[in-house]
């Protein structure tokens, strides 16, 4: 009696498994098919971000106003992270925007930081390149009255009908005079003044007079 007990449950064991197996390898099967189907998602979402992360970079590297070099850009998710430094908070928001302006990126998290040096030189750069500009026009405005003074003092040219023009330097005559040799008496005069270094006569020889 014993012995057919035994034999009875190692029977039962035997069917139960031979019953639990194939429910056991559909549900790994199901499984298996899950775990490709969020693969393949996750390579197409990853496929998708470096997409959206390349026309980031080009849309920063074509705005001239950026230093597309110092800005790092990350996607994931359609998330579109920014950081590393830039010159000005207006730098900052403008590459905000632009990043915003992606088609495809659906959030930006702005994590630029405005280097303080960078900006205070840059400030010092622009008040001292308007410095030179004030100084320029200044010297440009000094010529041309130094010429056109020495013209209208000259008895032998016609000073009220000589055009003069000053940049950096060099002179541009224009206008009307009566002879070939006042043309060339007036290039001279512009020619030694103080500051001149080149002169460009384009004064017209009235032969008509």
């Known amino acids: 009696m014993k012995q057919r007990t035994i034999t009875l449950l190692a029977a039962s064991s035997l069917l139960a498994g ?23 998602d996750e390579t197409q979402r990853a496929v998708k971000d470096a997409w959206l992360d390349g026309k980031l970079e080009t849309a920063l590297l074509l705005n001239e106003h950026l230093n597309s070099f110092a800005i790092d850009t990350d996607v994931k998710n359609a998330v579109a992270v920014l ?5 000005s908070d207006i730098d900052r928001d403008l590459a905000g925007e ?11 998290k702005n994590m630029l ?10 400030e010092q750069d622009a008040d001292a390149e308007e410095r030179n500009g004030f ?62 270094q080149s002169v460009d006569n384009q004064l017209t020889v009235n032969r008509s007079s």
């Not at 632009?98 to 930006?108: L, M």
């Not at 303080?116 to 840059?122: H, I, W």
């Open 135 to 196: 100084k320029q026009s200044v010297a440009n405005a000094t010529l041309t009255a130094r010429i056109k003074s020495e013209l209208l003092v000259n008895s032998n040219t016609a000073g009220l009908s000589i055009n003069v023009d000053s940049k950096d330097g060099h002179v541009v005559l224009s206008g009307d005079v009566d002879s070939d040799q006042e043309k060339e008496l007036a290039e001279r005069i512009a020619a030694n003044a103080t500051g001149t």
């Open 18 to 40: 031979g019953l639990a197996s194939p429910l056991a390898l559909a549900g790994e099967d199901q499984h298996n098919d899950k775990t490709m189907e969020q693969r393949a």
């Open 98 to 108: 632009i990043a915003k302006s992606v088609d495809g990126v659906t959030h930006v």
């Open 83 to 87: 950081s590393g430094t830039v010159e």
């Open 113 to 122: 930081e405005v280097d303080k040096q960078k900006t205070m030189q840059s």
